[in-house]
């Protein structure tokens, strides 16, 4: 089958078209023909060498897909031939591609194949971290950055949905727009306004009482600086570069904390709550209060053009690859 792989770690142009072995299929495991697959920044680190799963050379990039159960392995039950699906995988970026049953999410009729590529990791890392991480709601504010990406554009709507007001971050004015299309009640260039005096005047100098923050370095201790008494500052990635070593003890004037999350955590040991997000976002999706933004799509083999295209932060929502 024709799957992208890269011989050595490096920049984009490592990643190529080859042909490898279509997978077997194991016990416990779903084989999915492919019809659309999700770019995720951690692609970019994966294909790089320095995200926290190593690449075992030469080896194929892809973390979740969309498409048609081709076979089921020994023991999965719930799953057969001929289901649509979306599911947390591993080399995705390929014609077929095999993952956990526990990891499959069934497709409802009313979502496509590229939406279902953009749920697993977008919507239900926005979600968990809206109401797993921390439990938002009515009377909050939550601050969330890069808020015209992937994870981001979907945080905004689900945070609203959740009844906050909400602010994004984004690095390029063009972004604007989109990003209070999707419900945003204030938008904030991070390249050219320093945010947390933004942050401070729009919120009469109290802060946010919840900040996404998936840049790391140039976003996290500015966040500190406009987070309210008692606030949360969840650091989910490092877009930006990883942050300075962080002494708690500045935390205590303000009751403030802070945490880390990645939604392997939730996904891989909580199967009931996967369940659970799943059909609630798909509900929204459904009732037209959760949008799924597929900012480009490219063929497989243009996935060095996707690598780029999102390193070069000139995409917006989703980027998802057609085999
Ligand atoms: N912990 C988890 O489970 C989890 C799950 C999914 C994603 N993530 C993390 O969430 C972040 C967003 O992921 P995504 O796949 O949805 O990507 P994305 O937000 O669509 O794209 C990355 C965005 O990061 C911003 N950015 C800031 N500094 C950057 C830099 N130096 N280089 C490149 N981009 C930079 C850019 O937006 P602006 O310029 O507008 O800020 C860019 O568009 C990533 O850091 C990713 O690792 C974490």
Known sequence: ???IVFDEVGGPDVLRLGEVPKPDVRPGMVLIKVHAIGVNFADTRF?????????????????????VVEAVGDG????????????????????YCQAPASMVIPLPDFVGFVDGAAFPIQVLTAYHLLHTADTTG???TVLVHSAAGGVGIVAVQLAKVAGARVFGTVGDDAKRALVQQHGADAVINYTTQKFADEVLRLTDGRGVDLILDAVGKPTFEEGLRCLANLGHLILYGRAGGPTDPLNIATLSAKSQKVSGFMVPTVTRNF????RES????FALMREGRLKLHIGK?????????AH????????????????
Do not use: I, N
């Not at 999965?76 to 014609?95: L, N, Q, S």
């Not at 199967?271 to 996967?274: A, D, H, I, V």
């Not at 799943?278 to 976002?281: A, G, L, N, Q």
């Not at 799509?297 to 053009?305: G, I, K, R, S, Y």
């Open 1 to 3: 089958m024709k799957a």
């Open 47 to 67: 294909r790089q060498g320095t995200y926290v799963a190593k690449p075992k050379l030469p080896d194929t990039p892809g973390m979740e897909a969309s498409g």
């Open 76 to 95: 999965v039950t719930g799953f057969a031939p001929g289901m649509r699906v979306a599911a947390f995988t591993v080399k995705g970026y390929a014609e």
């Open 138 to 140: 009515p009377g909050k």
């Open 271 to 274: 199967p009931e709550k996967t």
């Open 278 to 281: 799943s059909e609630r976002c």
């Open 297 to 305: 799509t490219f063929a497989l083999a243009e996935a060095a053009d």
């Open 308 to 323: 780029r295209f999102l390193e070069g932060r000139q995409s917006t929502g989703k980027l998802v690859l057609l085999p």
